[in-house]
């Protein structure tokens, strides 16, 4: 799908939402200045920041698991 064609199914879609609450987080989405130099990381806390540099740290040490285990050893408590 071409560009024009997204936006025209954005569009289309927006024009069929029947929820406000939805339309005025578009109307924020889309007022946002496109120049803008903010970025979400200067919006977050210092310990936002701080266990996110932890995590990317583990990450680089192999301090990690996967989803799959994880999941198996807590499958007792999650409830899908």
Same mark, same amino acid.
């Given at each position: 799908?071409?560009?024009?064609?997204e936006k025209l199914d954005i569009?289309?879609?927006?024009?069929?939402?029947?929820?406000?609450?939805?339309?005025?987080?578009?109307?924020?989405?889309?007022?946002?200045?496109?120049?803008?130099?903010?970025?979400?990381?200067d919006q977050i806390s210092q310990?936002?920041?701080?266990?996110?540099?932890? *995590?990317?740290?583990?990450?680089?040490? *192999?301090?990690?698991?996967?989803?799959?285990?994880?999941?198996?050893?807590?499958?007792?408590?999650?409830?899908?």
């Amino acid at each position: 799908m071409n560009l024009s064609a997204e936006k025209l199914d954005i569009i289309q879609r927006i024009c069929e939402i029947q929820d406000n609450d939805l339309l005025d987080i578009i109307k924020k989405i889309i007022s946002l200045p496109t120049d803008s130099k903010s970025d979400w990381w200067d919006q977050i806390s210092q310990a936002e920041k701080n266990s996110i540099n932890r *995590g990317l740290d583990d990450l680089s040490k *192999g301090r990690v698991h996967s989803h799959d285990l994880i999941r198996k050893k807590y499958e007792k408590w999650l409830k899908d």
